[in-house]
């Protein structure tokens, strides 16, 4: 028999109208209805035509007050302009609290202890997310203070789904099965790095001319704004291709406004959608959603008979092509703020992941040149071009040293690291140099007992800098022996 005092759903309505916002949204007509157009929480006619989605329902949330704290949670997740796809997410974790609470026999929120909340998160993300938002939200707006302590799950790394190499070039083999508006759809968002809904809402007078060079009009979701981008050439005629696509395909009278239009390639002769490779689509002048590209995806990796070099069937998602993007501007060693900006990223918090490249790339590497650079990464080194292309060819000359090989982009003049490789960005060394690191680390570690006895405080600080440097070389190179191992295995 529980024990806990019942809390009346007319004292969490109380406390409520007592809040700050409680009080404004307690009355809203919004919150006496189990289904709410996602309009009348400020989210456009675009936005849910592109996600396909009109209604959010909170029919199936059993227990009144979970319900009504629900429903105000809604209104604060729009109020701070979050995405409709994080308000499903949220909602969709509290009916899941709804039925996990009511299994258990617990039906009122005084009856629910930590241990029971984080039963309830089990090492779930999602939930974790949502029981930390609701939770502090919740006290914050003195609705309800639950028990609760938050605690930490141990952070994996995310899974980056990149297209492999090997299913990159089947993608573009076979990119003409696909009707020609959709090709360019995925053609620019590989090269843009594009969300898609970023895609589906790019206006259709999206081009800017400015003397020789072209400027693309891009909606970047994560920062609400829009801003014009240079593009190449080539991207500004795929851009145009477009363009002239709709002025065909729709009545020359049509003032649709977005780039990429709705296809359909349903029959009323049969009655069905049939085989959409073998069916020239209707053009209509509304906006392509998400699930038309979805389905269309499922079927072109199912119609280009996709598979990864292990012969498995490869299933193609939209996303990918974003993510394909980004670890291809890692591996190139572009700078991170680079390509946060031409994904539009919020924060820098993910590129670390783009820069893990897989296991291919790194058995490529591993094969090729075998150098560790100064933060102990193995890398195949290709020097970076900066500003002028016509020292590529200096770019590439390599400069033996006392320990390893200086990789300079430029080798103009005399060199102001001469006496500290080791502090060097451009210094590498590779598995040959292991022997004399080792040794240069025993001499130093010889060499820091004799400072440390002496109280030579000033040479102890410059023997453990240098020994950090050549351990994090050595580091690197144990990482290249194992790669190595690795493919041996293999």
Request: glycine residues 4%; hydrophobic residues 35%; proline residues 3%.
């Amino acid at each position: 028999m529980l024990k806990n005092k019942i809390l009346p759903i007319e004292a969490l309505q109380k406390k409520i109208t007592d809040s700050e916002l409680g009080q404004e949204w307690i009355n809203d007509s919004l919150v006496n209805k189990d289904v709410w157009a996602l309009s009348d929480l400020g989210y456009t006619e675009e936005e849910l035509k592109i996600i396909g989605s009109r209604n959010l329902y909170f029919t199936s949330i059993v227990s009144p007050w979970l319900k009504l704290l629900a429903k105000l949670t809604a209104k604060a997740i729009a109020r701070n302009k979050h995405s409709v796809d994080i308000i499903r997410r949220r909602i969709s974790q509290l009916k899941q609290l709804d039925e996990f609470l009511i299994s258990k026999g617990y039906t009122q929120p005084n009856m629910i202890t930590n241990t029971l909340l984080q039963e309830f998160i089990a090492c779930n993300r999602e939930r974790q997310s949502t029981i930390n938002y609701i939770t502090k939200l919740w006290a914050e707006e003195q609705w309800l203070k639950l028990d609760y302590i938050p605690t930490k799950i141990p952070i994996k790394t995310p899974k980056i789904e990149t297209i492999p190499e090997e299913v990159l070039h089947q993608v573009y083999e076979n990119f003409d099965l696909l009707p020609a508006p959709l090709e360019r759809l995925f053609r620019l968002q590989i090269v843009l790095g594009c969300r898609l809904g970023e895609l589906l809402k790019m206006p259709r007078q999206c081009l800017k001319q400015e003397g020789d060079s072209w400027f693309l009009l891009r909606w970047i979701e994560k920062r609400k704004c829009w801003r014009f981008y240079q593009i190449h050439p080539l991207v500004a005629e795929l851009i145009k291709e477009q363009q002239k696509c709709l002025d065909i395909k729709l009545d020359s009278n049509s003032d649709f406004d977005k780039l990429f239009c709705k296809l359909s390639t349903y029959s009323k002769d049969i009655g069905s959608r049939g085989n959409r490779f073998k069916v020239e689509p209707v053009y209509l002048a509304e906006v392509l959603n998400r699930a038309t590209i979805y389905a269309w995806l499922k079927g072109f990796s199912s119609e280009a008979n996709l598979k990864d070099k292990y012969g498995n069937k490869f299933n193609l998602t939209s996303h990918m092509f974003r993510r394909t993007k980004a670890s291809i501007m890692a591996y190139c060693e572009a700078e991170d703020e680079y390509i946060a900006a031409v994904l539009g990223h919020g924060s820098l918090d993910m590129l670390p992941h783009y820069r893990k490249r897989s296991l291919e790339r790194l058995e490529k590497e591993a094969n090729a040149k075998n150098y560790v650079d100064m933060y102990g990464r193995v890398t195949s080194f290709k020097p970076r071009k900066q500003r002028y292309e016509q020292l590529a060819q200096i770019m590439d000359i390599k400069v033996s040293t006392s320990l390893g090989e200086c990789h300079r982009p430029t080798m103009l003049g005399d060199c102001q690291y001469r006496y500290a490789c080791l502090s060097c960005g451009y210094h590498r060394v590779t598995e040959a140099d292991k022997p004399k690191i080792e040794a240069d680390i025993k001499n130093l570690e010889q060499d820091l007992e004799q400072a440390n006895n002496a109280g030579q405080e000033r040479r102890v600080t410059e023997i453990n800098r240098l020994l950090e440097l050549l351990k994090t070389r050595l580091k690197g190179l144990d990482q290249l022996k194992n790669l190595r191992e690795g493919v041996n295995d293999e």
